[in-house]
């Protein structure tokens, strides 16, 4: 998606180790999410950011971290990778908090072993 | 506990007529109601969205039904083209600090030709 960027677009880790995924965007929007996206529960927010260094935890947030050191980009780290937690994962941004639409990247599929 | 949901997993629809996808939610402080489309390999995409005060927003081939009473809304696609095949996730926005977006579970529409 133009000005939203996800990488890894794949990645397959082992159970335990710790795993970083990025979202980078050019949009310099103030409101950053990360989704995870699972068959029977559509998607569900980890943890949202709503200025550099402020976050918050969303519904499903056990077992994540994140940061943003930078306007542009919004860190997701896996501290011990577990089985459950191999899903898609989306990168989400927007302008205001009033807005009525985000726009998301095109994920990272997580597969862990 | 899910606020938004989307009974119907998939729904099959003949190419020329109508596409009806719906969602029901629980939380009567949701203000605003969106509707996404994903496609396979990319992240979801804004449709169409209704604000709590309508009960009808129209867009060219897609209209959104709001029900308050029912905490009902739906979907409408007419005439239904092959490019319409994808995944339509509803959701729902509140604003508790900064605002969030609730998703259901989604629904996979095929138009068959």
């Known amino acids: 998606d133009a000005g939203i960027t996800q990488s890894p677009r794949h990645k397959v880790t082992e159970t335990g180790t710790p795993v970083t995924l990025r979202c980078h965007q050019t949009?310099?929007?103030?409101?950053m999410y990360w989704y995870r996206q699972d068959p029977g529960h559509g998607l569900r927010l980890i943890h949202y950011?709503?200025?550099?260094?402020?976050?918050d935890k969303g519904e499903v947030s056990d077992g994540y971290s994140v940061s943003r050191s930078k306007t542009e980009d919004f860190l997701l780290t896996l501290e011990s990778a577990t089985s459950s937690q191999t899903s898609v994962y989306f990168c989400?941004?927007?302008?205001?908090?009033?807005?009525?639409?985000?726009?998301f990247g095109s994920g990272t599929r997580l597969t862990v072993v | 506990d899910q606020q938004v949901k989307q009974n119907s997993p998939s729904l099959s629809v003949q190419e020329g007529r109508i596409s009806i996808l719906n969602c029901d939610y629980t939380?009567?402080?949701?203000?605003?109601f969106l509707w996404y489309k994903k496609y396979p390999a990319e992240g979801p995409t804004f449709l169409i969205s209704?604000?709590?005060?309508?009960d009808k927003n129209e867009d060219g081939r897609f209209t959104v039904f709001l029900n308050k009473s029912a905490k009902h809304l739906s979907l409408h696609i007419v005439p239904s083209q092959p490019g319409d095949s994808a995944v339509y996730f509803c959701?729902?926005?509140?604003?508790?600090?900064?605002?969030?977006?609730?998703f259901g579970q989604g629904t996979r529409l095929t138009i068959n030709p």
């Open positions: 989400a941004i927007s302008e205001t908090d009033r807005t009525t639409s985000y726009t």
């Open positions: 949009e310099n929007h103030r409101y």
């Open positions: 950011s709503y200025g550099v260094k402020d976050t």
């Open positions: 939380n009567s402080m949701f203000d605003y």
């Open positions: 209704i604000s709590s005060i309508k």
């Open positions: 959701a729902a926005s509140f604003i508790q600090g900064a605002q969030k977006l609730v």
